[in-house]
């Protein structure tokens, strides 16, 4: 049984995929700092996982989120994280797609 993650962890998720402090994640989602950090102790207990790098990768293999390494070539996209990405997940654009999972949709 897959764990079941809120919308806005998703969007945390996608977030941290994109290699962003837990500020920068802050401020792309318009919440304090504190608020990211809760979000990401949920979903590294729902995950199983210790970092956000391993909550990425379940997070991709789960299907609530999508990598395509092709796309994700931004600057802000930090160069380590999206090769560990890469390497692990393979290219499978960290995009959230945990709304439509959530409700049965496969796209």
């Known amino acids: 049984m897959n764990p079941r993650l809120s919308p806005r962890e998703v969007d945390t ?3 941290a995929a994109k ?3 837990s500020t920068g994640m802050a401020q792309s989602l318009g919440v304090t700092k504190w608020t990211v950090q809760t979000h ?3 979903i590294f207990a729902k995950l199983g996982v210790d970092n956000k ?3 990425v990768i379940k997070a991709i293999r789960l299907g609530y989120l999508y990598f395509d ?7 802000t996209f ?6 560990a990405i890469v390497d692990e997940a393979g290219p499978v ?3 959230a797609r945990g709304r439509e999972k959530q409700n049965g949709h496969q796209s």
């Open 13 to 15: 998720l996608a977030a």
């Open 19 to 21: 290699g962003l402090s």
């Open 40 to 42: 990401l102790s949920h």
């Open 53 to 55: 790098m391993q909550a």
């Open 69 to 75: 390494p092709e796309v994700h070539h931004a600057p």
């Open 78 to 83: 930090n160069s380590p994280f999206r090769k």
């Open 93 to 95: 654009e960290a995009t």
